[in-house]
């Protein structure tokens, strides 16, 4: 059992369970999986993607803010390789902004890719903070994460199971909801915050 620098999901510095994503957790702590190079904002103690200058929670900027140290690389997993949880080794994810992890799932509303364990989003549209439920993306078979260039001037995004549908469509080509309902705050769910 070497030191090599590949790592899998799971094994490697990752400090995930065996078979998960370095620094997935979903176990009764309730701790979001973090990876090397994420941070905690001073502001609002949020954890944000490696990649991102400002909160994208609160728009605080993260000036000299430090990575947080959990998550990516929590101690030597059971394989010995070094990859930081994820194909493609332990630099993945700390320059650049990263692919997206298994489960992690863009907000139909505002566009911020949230963290697979969020069940609503924490990114901000117009100032103000977001709060769309996580659509029902697989009871609708819609993929969790969309690329950028899918979507077309006057395409609207159903809140509901996260479909992007034509602008001339009236309901949603995946639920069949209306477009006026699928596209309401009654989807949003300013009720407790989750734990950063």
Not at 153 to 171: A, H, L, M, Q
Request: proline share 6%; charged share 25%; net charge neutral.
């Amino acid at each position: 059992m070497g030191m090599g620098g590949g790592g899998g999901y799971g094994m490697g510095m990752g400090g995930g369970h065996m078979g998960r994503p370095g620094g997935w957790t979903d176990g009764p702590t309730g701790r979001l999986e973090t990876r090397p190079g994420d941070w905690r904002c001073t502001q609002c103690a949020n954890i944000n993607f490696s990649w991102r200058d400002k909160c994208n929670k609160c728009e605080q900027p993260r000036g000299d803010t430090p990575a947080e140290n959990g998550g990516g690389m929590g101690g030597m997993g059971p394989m010995g390789g070094m990859g930081g949880g994820y194909p493609g080794g332990m630099m993945q994810g700390m320059v650049g902004k990263p692919e997206a992890r298994p489960g992690d799932w863009d907000c139909p509303r505002c566009g911020n890719l949230n963290f697979s364990s969020r069940t609503k989003c924490n990114g901000t549209l117009e100032g103000e903070s977001c709060w769309l439920a996580k659509p029902k993306f697989e009871q609708y078979g819609v993929a969790l994460v969309k690329s950028r260039d899918i979507k077309k001037p006057g395409d609207w995004n159903c809140y509901r199971c996260g479909n992007i549908n034509f602008k001339i469509r009236e309901e949603c080509n995946k639920c069949q909801l209306a477009k006026e309902e699928a596209t309401s705050d009654t989807f949003r769910d300013e009720g407790d915050e989750e734990i950063a």
